[in-house]
């Protein structure tokens, strides 16, 4: 089983819609993030969180620590969100990070 | 422009034949990493940079070697690379450790598409 789950593992939406990608994880952490990875390869940093919730734009990112989960969240989806969302865990001490294989988003006009 | 930087974008080799991806980042970041991405397994640690002179192993370091003499390059080194290095090759870097508690947000070079035959 890995360490880093997430769910589900393709989505597909009709633009405008509310999206929610999932993440849980079997480890401690100290940290939590969420990586969106474009059609083209590229990987670019979406959140970091060790508690609470972030919100930046259409994006918010929460995260329960004690159930050791963390939701995604994309509001009035659009079709340049397509993509694939990746969450990662820094296990507690340590400097590596753990993913998870990801969750490929496409929006539809 | 602050980024990260790779080289070659895209490398078809034989096996055995030694070859180096370089990773570079003008950001003056201390932590530095390369991951691998194959289907199905994700993103997966090969090596990382705390600082100059100071690497260690991820989850896959077999079969590759790194080096950090400088703080802006990273190179990933296969001495003997074999068909199942053949993958999609991140290197990033971020301010400090990612074991601090601060707003450490990592930087994905764009990556380098391995094939050995």
């Known amino acids: 089983k890995n360490e880093v789950e997430q769910s589900p593992q393709n989505l597909t939406a009709q633009e405008g819609e509310f999206i929610t990608i999932n993440c849980s994880y079997s480890?401690?952490?100290?940290?939590l993030h969420w990586l969106q990875q474009h059609p083209g390869g590229g990987i670019v940093s979406l959140f970091m969180l060790s508690s609470g919730k972030k919100k930046h734009g259409r994006l918010i990112a929460t995260i329960n620590i004690q159930e050791k989960h963390s939701s995604l969240h994309i509001t009035a989806s659009h079709p340049r969100d397509s993509a694939v969302y990746i969450c990662a865990v820094r296990a507690y001490n340590t400097d590596k990070l753990i993913f998870g294989t990801g969750t490929r988003l496409q929006v539809f006009p | 422009e602050a980024q990260v930087t790779q080289n070659p974008r895209y490398l078809i080799t034989v096996t055995g034949k030694k070859l180096t991806v370089t990773c570079s980042q003008n950001?003056?970041?201390?932590?530095m990493s390369w991951y691998r991405q194959d289907p199905g397994l994700g993103l997966r640690q090969i090596y990382y940079s705390m600082n100059v002179e100071v690497t260690d192993k991820g989850d896959v370091p077999e079969g590759y070697k790194v080096s950090r003499k400088e703080k802006r390059n990273f190179p990933l080194i296969l001495e003997s690379p074999s068909p199942n290095q053949t993958s999609l090759y991140f290197c990033a870097s971020s301010l400090r450790g990612l074991g601090i508690l601060s707003y450490n947000e990592q930087f994905f070079g764009p990556g380098t598409r391995l094939t050995v035959l």
């Open positions: 950001m003056n970041h201390e932590y």
């Open positions: 480890v401690g952490i100290s940290a």
